[in-house]
């Protein structure tokens, strides 16, 4: 079975500080791994996905996230936040199995201060 | 590429009345289609899988037959609450897969506020 924890709830950095969202994973076979972000009242937007192709995988808006068979992480980071990277933030693992239904993280809520 | 519509944005209904959502995935072909549910500051909780003609797969603890989802064509899904009650006020999203925009990668819709007063 796969599973997808999320360390801290809340994450609060200052506006230029770097931002590191942990996601680590459980899977007993080779997983695909998500990072969406979610605004206030919104659907969810993909940020970057792994999919076995390079490990460091760049997204959108600057983030990026690495791939960790070792340490079964999948880290988002971004080099310096943004007020508009407040949101919530979800980690999500996916097997193939047909229909590749989501394990989501319980999310990450960022808080980027001024 | 990979836009994923859904209509109403927000609703309101009456209690024992039924309202139908819609997920449209606008340029691409969607094979398979889930249904979410969201809970406020929770995370999402999968209701039900669908496969374009298929009957949909519900997850365990979902009622079927107060959650009807269709999924009649590669574009189209739906999902109607029936008889709706207070309990079913929630937000729901719907997200999209197909294999020209990845069969792996779900792209998902900017959700449906339900209110049933």
């Known amino acids: 079975a796969q599973s997808v924890t999320q360390l801290g709830s809340h994450v609060s950095v200052s506006e230029g500080a770097l931002v590191l969202l942990r996601c680590n994973y459980s899977?007993?076979?080779?997983?695909?791994l998500f990072w969406y972000v979610q605004y206030p009242n919104q659907g969810l937007q993909l940020l970057l996905k792994?999919?076995?192709?390079?490990?460091l995988v760049k997204g959108i808006n600057g983030f990026e996230a690495e791939f960790k068979k070792s340490e079964t992480s999948f880290h988002l980071t971004k080099p310096s936040a943004h007020m508009s990277d407040a949101a919530e933030y979800f980690c999500?693992?996916?097997?193939?199995?047909?229909?590749?239904?989501?394990?989501f993280g319980t999310g990450t809520r960022l808080k980027v201060l001024a | 590429g990979a836009v994923v519509s859904q209509h109403p944005s927000r609703v309101i209904c009456k209690s024992g009345t039924s309202v139908k959502i819609e997920c449209r995935s606008l340029?691409?072909?969607?094979?398979?289609m889930f249904w979410y549910r969201q809970f406020p500051k929770k995370s999402l909780m999968l209701m039900a899988t669908?496969?374009?003609?298929?009957?949909?797969?519900?997850e365990q603890g979902v009622e079927k037959d107060k959650f009807l989802i269709n999924h009649a064509s590669l574009t189209l899904s739906t999902l109607t609450v029936t008889s709706a009650h207070p309990e079913d006020s929630s937000f729901y999203i719907c997200?999209?897969?197909?294999?020209?925009?990845?069969?792996?990668?779900?792209?998902f819709g900017p959700g449906t506020r339900l209110l049933v007063l």
């Open positions: 792994y999919t076995s192709a390079a490990t």
């Open positions: 669908s496969n374009e003609g298929s009957k949909a797969t519900y």
């Open positions: 899977s007993s076979v080779p997983p695909y």
């Open positions: 999500a693992v996916s097997v193939g199995s047909g229909t590749y239904k989501y394990i």
């Open positions: 340029d691409f072909q969607a094979t398979t």
């Open positions: 997200s999209a897969s197909g294999p020209l925009a990845g069969v792996e990668t779900q792209y």
